[in-house]
């Protein structure tokens, strides 16, 4: 049901043929980078959505700090807090 061994080598030949082995080493320098940059800027994606995570809460850390409490008295001498 599935590839064998035999047929995978057979498909590596008959590429091999087409390309040549030059050319397949070019892909695969190609494509190696290609995936390293990838990697990496995923990597710069995550780090800026971490400083992006710090940044919210410092500001929702000032914003806690510049809420004032307070105690309102009524007419009637109840105090509410507030």
Do not use: Y
Not at 1 to 23: E, P, T, V
């Amino acid at each position: 049901m599935g590839i064998s061994i035999w047929q995978l080598l057979i498909i590596l030949l008959i590429i091999l043929l087409l390309f040549g082995a030059k050319k397949l080493r070019t892909i695969g320098t190609d494509l190696g980078g290609a995936v390293k940059g990838f990697r990496d800027s995923m990597g710069e994606a995550g780090k800026d959505d971490e400083a992006q995570a710090k940044s919210q809460e410092r500001v929702e850390g000032q914003a806690a700090r510049n809420t004032i409490d307070a105690e309102v008295s009524s007419k009637d001498g109840n105090k509410d807090k507030v």
